[in-house]
């Protein structure tokens, strides 16, 4: 009898290890990502007649024509794209100094929320981007009038609706990581960067294994393909460190060319958030360099009383 319930206590545990881990395998994306999760949500649903109305506005432009009786808000399938920080900044990038930007662009509000907007009548969709209002820049402030620079300091910190495009061929952002999470090793977990070297457009990185593993792309075509002899299709995952060499090549390429006054296309004045990795190597080296020098006056002053004693 205790066999019995010994076998049924494992098997139940076995069921609930392999629904949790099938559970995992689905939740390829942070929540906090996702706006139907995150705290920002119901600030931003407040902004739903907006939302529909930059939508419509952007398939007038477009010829396409949105019904205002059938438009659909996907709010579970919204995702948020983190901007304006450097991520590819070296061959390897630890899972630990990923949190670190993602933590240092929140803190500047240098994210955005892709949001899907749908006709079903019309069968179109647009992507209705929605993003903080970020403090005025000197430079900003000197060709703006007061008044206008005191309506848009009021807004500071909120959210506004953006831009909008229509997606036309494209899908929504979260359609592409549905489609290739299954193929994600166990435990993979999935972000959205923009204004990357190379990928000013958004591309998913698959963190794994403590760092990022690989980029997959979300519909866009790329510049860095332009150093590299493939090209990056969707529904794939590629290599990290394989495609770091041409990220490097178009940084240095984006850098050059803003010197020159040039446009990059790309984001060339993209913020390095203090690496605390470094710092914290800078500062054993220094701990190291000073107990180096503490030991070498140690043997000289030692070896001056051992003469003096010979003597």
């Known amino acids: ?37 995150s705290s920002d949500f119901e600030e931003i649903k407040a902004l739903e007649p907006f939302i529909i109305q930059r ?24 995702i948020r794209v983190y901007t304006d920080c450097l991520v590819f900044e070296s061959n390897e990038v630890s899972e630990d100094r990923v949190d670190e930007i993602i933590e240092y ?19 179109k969709k647009v992507g209705v981007l929605v993003a903080r209002q970020l403090p005025l820049d000197e430079y900003a402030k000197s060709y703006m009038s007061e008044d206008l620079q005191k309506a848009i300091m009021e807004t500071e ?22 489609d290739i999470k299954t193929s994600l090793p166990d435990g993979a977990k999935v972000r959205v960067f923009g204004s990357q070297p190379g990928f000013f457009q958004p591309v998913a990185v698959v963190i794994t294994k403590g760092k990022i593993s690989s980029l997959f792309p979300l519909g866009y075509r790329y510049r860095v393909e332009e150093a590299i002899d493939f090209s990056i299709e969707s529904g ?8 770091y060499p041409a990220i490097e090549e ?29 710092h914290k190597n800078s500062i054993t080296l220094i701990v190291i360099m000073s107990m180096a020098g503490v030991l070498l006056i140690g043997a000289v002053v030692i070896m001056i009383a051992f003469k003096r004693k010979s003597k």
Request: with cysteine; aromatic share 10%.
């Open 250 to 278: 178009k940084r240095m390429e984006n850098e050059k060319n803003a010197a020159l006054g040039l446009q990059t296309g790309a984001g060339a004045g993209i913020e390095v958030p203090h690496n605390d990795v470094t």
């Open 105 to 123: 662009s929140i803190d500047k509000m240098y994210f955005g929320w892709q949001i899907p907007v749908y006709s079903e009548s019309k069968g």
């Open 157 to 178: 910190g909120k959210y506004k609706v953006s831009t909008a495009e229509v997606l036309d061929e494209r899908a929504a952002i979260m359609s592409y990581i549905n």
């Open 236 to 243: 794939n995952c590629y290599d990290y460190d394989l495609l």
């Open 55 to 78: 939508a419509k506005e952007a398939c007038s432009l477009n010829n396409l024509g949105l019904s205002a009786d059938d438009i659909v808000v996907d709010y579970d399938n919204s």
């Open 1 to 37: 009898m205790k066999k019995i319930a010994m076998f049924i206590m494992l098997l139940s545990l076995s069921l609930f290890g392999f629904t949790f881990d099938a559970k995992a395998a689905e939740n390829v994306v942070y929540s906090e990502d996702i706006l139907s999760q």
